[in-house]
């Protein structure tokens, strides 16, 4: 991906809000509703919190009026961590002192926020808080177009304007929504899209739960995405129901597909893959085919967060042994891969058709959901590794070819 920042790096902006706000600070210009309105020292304010139980990259912390949410900075190997102070609508502003020298600081809970990361509007979704969306990526208003459930949330949103692309964000969209929040992809190392965002003093939010190394721990992210609602409850209550039934699966499949060598790979060119893009086991679903019990034909040499491109050779050499693939890509146009391209045939997966490919009627949403229903990924691998597991069932966003 590449992007363009300059737009952002020549902005110097100050978001307008109640008593005004600075670049480390975003508010909304009206209070939402709740809003303390007799505020009293040493009192709770969130009653309902979460607590962090599987992420590696996040956590939270309480106190009475404010709370502080650190992640790791996925952008910057050895950078500080990065730091949001979110205060109760009605409350004193804590003071930017120390360890929240840098940080952002935004009221919540939030009533107007953008969002350019598709993981994070599949979050917001989830929660219930489309009517605070304001701002969308041309990207995502793009996908409305041409599927259902993007459709959905901008309806529910009230037509959300556009803000641009990522980090060549519009600067007069972003200073007239007032914008208390920009919610956006952590890509990781060699990205700069929230760093851009932070300097040129828009409110960004690095959503970085693709850079988690399991599958629950990316999951676990909705409960960061509440905090800026006061949304725990709901968030903790939707991630329990998500590790039941992760964990349901895991039971089932355990024990019982550890004779099989498996690859989650990428093949069409038209997503960017001049051959095959493979991923190791040390990505999110690389580790979610070792917590089936599978082989993966794609880990030598490959430990990347995101995997890496294979040449012909190379890849004939080390997908030898593989039985089944999961390719993400949609079904169309794996199909059209393989009959365009006989070398694909060299696959024993793709000979004897023993692989899985993204749905096409619905692609899209599934790309945004994934990460967050990852109960619902790791169930699509294990049925089509094991069908006999799940009579009668059927994958939700990963198909065969018949």
Excluded at 345 to 355: D, E, Y
Aim: some cysteine; aromatic content about 8%; hydrophobic content about 35%.
């Amino acid at each position: 991906m590449i992007r363009s920042a300059a737009a952002l790096l020549a902005m110097s902006v100050a978001l307008a809000g109640c008593g005004g706000s600075g670049t480390g600070e975003s508010k909304a210009q009206d209070g939402p509703e709740g809003c303390v309105t007799d505020y009293a020292e040493d009192q709770d304010y969130f009653p309902d919190k979460s607590t962090v139980e599987e992420s590696e990259l996040w956590d939270i912390s309480y106190h009475d009026s404010y709370k502080t949410i650190t992640l790791a900075d996925t952008e910057k190997a050895d950078g500080d961590p990065l730091r949001y102070v979110l205060y109760q609508c009605g409350t004193p502003k804590p003071k930017a002192t120390g360890d929240l020298s840098d940080a952002l600081f935004v009221q919540v809970p939030v009533t107007k926020v953008s969002v350019t990361s598709f993981n994070a509007l599949a979050m917001v979704d989830r929660l219930g808080k489309n009517d605070t969306i304001t701002g969308l990526s041309g990207q995502l208003l793009g996908s409305a177009k041409t599927d259902a459930w993007y459709a959905g949330v901008v309806k529910d949103a009230g037509n959300p304007m556009s803000i641009g692309e990522y980090t060549d964000l519009d600067r007069e969209a972003v200073l007239g929504l007032q914008t208390q929040a920009i919610l956006m992809s952590g890509f990781g190392e060699g990205f700069d899209d929230v760093s851009n965002a932070r300097s040129a003093g828009l409110p960004g939010v690095s959503v970085s739960n693709r850079m988690e190394e399991h599958a629950l721990a990316s999951a676990e992210w909705i409960k960061m995405i509440a905090a800026f609602y006061n949304a725990e409850g709901a968030a903790n209550a939707e991630f329990k129901t998500i590790k039941s039934k992760f964990d349901k699966v895991v039971s089932t499949v355990s024990g019982k597909v550890d004779d099989r060598d498996a690859g989650y790979l990428c093949v069409s060119a038209e997503r960017g893959c001049e051959f095959i893009y493979g991923h190791g086991k040390d990505t999110l679903v690389g580790r979610l085919l070792t917590e089936l019990g599978t082989g993966n034909v794609f880990t030598r040499d490959n430990d990347g967060p995101n995997g890496k491109p294979y040449d012909y050779e190379a890849a004939i050499g080390t997908g030898a042994d593989a039985d089944f693939f999961v390719v993400y890509d949609p079904m169309k146009m794996t199909l059209e891969t393989l009959n365009s391209d006989p070398r694909m045939k060299r696959f024993q997966p793709f000979k004897k058709g023993a692989f899985i490919a993204g749905v096409d009627k619905n692609f899209e949403e599934c790309r945004a959901k994934t990460y967050l229903d990852v109960d619902v990924l790791i169930r699509d691998l294990a049925i089509g590794l094991a069908p006999d597991l799940f009579p009668g069932e059927k994958g939700t966003c990963f198909t065969r070819s018949s």
